[in-house]
């Protein structure tokens, strides 16, 4: 039994903890490999090129660049200079504020992009991608952490080159490289479990013989199902023998498509959270910005005395937010530690995703984390997977919001039904719930 992934993103990560969760310990292959996964995920391009997992991330400033360039930087990203010229950017990993190393991009005299190096948690390039100068990726080369050359894959033709063990192997397709992979690494390929109609399907159906597969199902689906899901449900990817959705809707939406047509199991899916604390119930309230621009904020102020609103930021504050503290019931924490935002995180119980521009610190999803109660503008909003649908209000629903905080801070017990709303709505079951999802 295997679990084949798609791509490094939050709700991958998701499913990996539930099935932790449930105490599920089959391994998880993940096709595209960021250079971050966790220790207990593994991917075919690392599995051939890494041998030594240690090292830390490449701080911003250890990019190595040719004698009077220089690298200027601040906490979103960086930029490489040839005297005035732009001759790189180095995009970070998350959180920003750390300036650790993902991406540098290497631009030519004309300012295209020419190629962008790849590194990973333990500070060394892995992977380069070349690039046209129409913006085409045309080869992407990973290599060992001595710089050899490893894998070379052809965009354009779709063929990889594996150096292996003295040996140079040609593979027509991505399908044919990760099934030798999996061979080659003696995983059991009884049962695979998967989240994408792309390469880890194509794995799934690859194999002739007989097996009990799952189709984890995250994306929204649009007007049409998407083909190769009918080519599961019409019986053609025998394997196949159910469907878990995360969207109650899109569920509905098949099964009244296919109707009689079906021939798997078709239900409705969802995560084990893993919350750091109870919502205790307390009149504080978090805001987390980058700028000035936090929707409302002297309204809401004023009409809530009985809130506290602790407003922090990973920079300087400017007059305009720094005003705000002639309010008795407002903290402003400019350019805050790490130990004061942890801090923080465990006293407060409501979060106000009110601040415009950019999420900071991927905020919505720590709040969530922590079990505080989430509210946003319609117009601020930066992650609604997480948020119940009625507490996101359109700016001129103001009182609206104002009446519901004032809910919370005179009554606790709704503060805790609404959390428990909040969970639901974000998909939210119970190990009990989950390990269900898993029989076939």
């Not at 710089?147 to 354009?156: C, D, M, P, R, Y």
Request: proline content about 3%; aromatic content about 12%.
């Amino acid at each position: 039994m295997i679990n084949i992934f798609d791509r490094n993103d939050q709700a991958t990560i998701d499913i990996i903890d539930s099935f932790k969760a449930i105490g599920d310990d089959a391994q998880t292959i993940m096709l595209h490999d960021d250079g971050w996964l966790s220790d207990s995920v593994i991917s075919p391009w690392s599995y051939f090129t890494y041998r030594n997992y240690a090292g830390k991330p490449l701080f911003f400033n250890e990019v190595q660049v040719p004698d009077y360039w220089e690298i200027r930087g601040d906490g979103s990203g960086a930029k490489i200079y040839d005297y005035q010229r732009v001759a790189g950017k180095i995009v970070y990993t998350n959180p920003t504020t750390l300036r650790h190393v993902k991406e540098v991009h290497w631009f030519d005299m004309s300012g295209n992009l020419k190629t962008i190096d790849h590194y990973n948690r333990f500070g060394w390039r892995f992977a380069q991608s070349v690039y046209l100068k129409n913006k085409q990726l045309v080869m992407k080369t990973y290599y060992t952490e001595d710089g050899h050359e490893k894998i070379v894959e052809n965009l354009a033709t779709g063929s990889l080159t594996l150096n292996d063990d003295e040996q140079v192997i040609i593979f027509n397709s991505k399908t044919e490289f990760f099934k030798y992979f999996i061979n080659k690494a003696g995983f059991e390929t009884d049962s695979i479990r998967y989240n994408s109609l792309a390469d880890p399907f194509f794995i799934s159906l690859g194999y002739n013989h007989s097996g009990k597969d799952i189709l984890f199902w995250q994306e929204p689906i649009g007007k049409q199902i998407p083909g190769n899901m009918n080519f599961i449900i019409e019986g053609k990817a025998p394997r196949t023998k159910k469907i878990v959705f995360f969207d109650g809707n899109d569920l509905a939406k098949v099964k009244e498509s296919v109707g009689s047509k079906n021939t798997v199991d078709l239900v409705k899916g969802g995560y084990v959270y893993q919350h750091n604390r109870v919502n205790s119930g307390s009149n504080e309230a978090l805001i987390m910005t980058n700028s000035d621009q936090i929707e409302q904020i002297e309204v809401l102020v004023q009409k809530l005395p009985k809130l506290i609103f602790h407003i922090a930021a990973v920079t300087e504050m400017s007059d305009k937010l720094l005003s705000l503290k002639a309010y008795p019931n407002v903290k402003l924490y400019p350019n805050i530690a790490t130990k004061k935002l942890t801090q923080l995180w465990k006293i407060c119980d409501i979060y106000l995703d009110i601040n415009h521009q950019g999420e900071l610190l991927n905020a919505v999803r720590k709040a969530f984390e922590n079990n505080l109660l989430i509210y946003a503008f319609s117009n601020t909003a930066h992650n609604q997977n997480y948020v119940i649908n009625e507490q996101v209000y359109r700016p001129d629903e103001l009182v609206g919001m104002i009446t519901d905080l004032k809910n919370c801070v005179n009554n606790k017990e709704y503060l805790k039904q609404q959390i428990k709303k909040q969970q639901i709505a974000a998909g939210e079951i119970t190990v009990a719930d989950f390990s269900r999802l898993t029989e076939v």
